[in-house]
């Protein structure tokens, strides 16, 4: 076999894996890859075939109730979750001695940073965000302090990787700003461009969705659920009431966002459509006029990739999407809707809040130009090759 290439993916969702097996197929031939995930990283890892080498690793996530994240589990599990950081170090250094690649590359999690440093193999990490915030309901004086030292810490500690690479656009663009404000980042990270999908969706294919979800001239809305299947429920129902009303207007199409959904789509009463697992979402991001989503980094790159104005519904509670959120309206790019606010009657008002002003799309297709400038994927394999 070629060169060796570790992987070692943060398993939450399925954005960080979705990008990292784009980055080892743009590797090309030549090179072997061993992946290393928990989770839902795991499990599409499991679900794809193909030959991908996979390893479960110790999970170390966060505690997801009520549909959101839950910083009050969280607190108390602390000293646990310190003991279950040490198990993943000691697990992967474990894989890694006995994979030997000639790098190793961490996507969002520390452990594999530690492991590979103890191993003496260079270690290429990608991150959304260089530190952690705080949820909002922490955002005291005191907490604002307690989350400078820790994303001070936390900083350090990423340092040790010999390269950094940001998946986001150098500012002003910066989705993740807040994640990156009060951190001297400069000579320590490289912004690469964002890693989301950027598929060659030729005409044919875009023509065979129409006729499959019989799109007319209507706007199209495209309603992307997507994250840990535990904060999916009230999104959903809320998305589907709002349906109701906006198809009358609208083309209207909704994924559900589960693994093992229905790939069929499915009618609803009010002509809505709805997928459990879109295999066309890549068609509709280019169809859609407008995209309804979560405030994930991954996704919120693709809007961007497609010039999409969207309304984004961050996790509840969840610091990074809510940030990510934030400033994707500050750019002027759509509408956010807090989750402990969402409705379906000002989810249908957002979407067509955003439908009818035209300089939604306008700013979209301005950041679009700028987001053309960079391949995440290509500069972070070129990265990668660098090490082999």
């Not at 193909?50 to 602390?78: E, I, N, Q, T, Y």
Request: net charge positive; with cysteine; aromatic share 8%.
């Amino acid at each position: 076999m070629g060169s060796k290439v570790y992987f070692a993916v943060f398993g939450s969702g399925l954005g960080h894996i979705t990008r990292v097996i784009d980055i080892s197929e743009r590797l090309g031939d030549g090179y072997e890859s061993l992946f290393s995930s928990s989770g839902q990283g795991l499990q599409h890892l499991r679900s794809k075939g193909g030959g991908l080498a996979a390893v479960a690793s110790p999970s170390l996530d966060v505690v997801w109730r009520g549909g959101g994240f839950s910083s009050w589990h969280v607190l108390p599990l602390l000293p646990f979750t310190f003991n279950a950081f040490l198990r993943q170090v000691a697990f992967e250094r474990q894989s890694i001695g006995r994979f030997g690649p000639k790098v190793v590359v961490s996507d969002s999690r520390l452990s594999p940073v530690v492991a590979a440093k103890e191993r003496s193999v260079p270690v290429v990490t990608i991150l959304n965000q260089f530190q952690i915030s705080f949820p909002p309901r922490f955002r005291s004086r005191s907490g604002r302090f307690l989350e400078r030292i820790g994303g001070d810490v936390l900083g350090l500690l990423w340092s040790l990787s010999d390269r950094i690479l940001m998946t986001d656009l150098p500012p002003p663009y910066t989705i993740a700003e807040v994640n990156l404000l009060e951190s001297d980042i400069s000579g320590v990270v490289e912004f690469v461009g964002f890693t989301s999908p950027r598929p060659d969706v030729g005409a044919e294919a875009l023509e065979k969705t129409r006729r499959l979800l019989e799109l007319d001239r209507r706007p199209t809305v495209f309603c992307q659920i997507s994250g840990p299947d535990e904060t999916k429920g009230v999104f959903t129902a809320t998305a589907l009431r709002a349906a109701e009303g906006l198809a009358r207007d609208y083309n209207v199409v909704i994924s559900l966002g589960y693994s093992s959904g229905s790939p069929s789509p499915r009618r609803l009463e009010s002509g809505a459509w709805v997928f459990g697992w879109c295999p066309v979402k890549d068609e509709l991001f280019r169809l859609a006029d407008v995209v309804v989503a979560r405030a994930g980094h991954s996704t919120i790159g693709q809007c961007i990739n497609n010039g999409k104005p969207a309304v984004l519904v961050p996790i509840h509670n969840h610091p990074e999407q809510i940030g990510n959120a934030d400033k994707f309206c500050r750019l002027g790019l759509g509408k956010e809707i807090r989750s402990e606010k969402l409705t379906s009657e000002n989810l249908a008002e957002a979407i067509r809040g955003c439908l009818g002003d035209q300089a939604y799309r306008r700013k979209a297709e301005e950041v679009r130009a700028v987001s053309e400038r960079y391949d995440g994927v290509q500069r972070t394999a070129e990265i990668i090759r660098s090490y082999c």
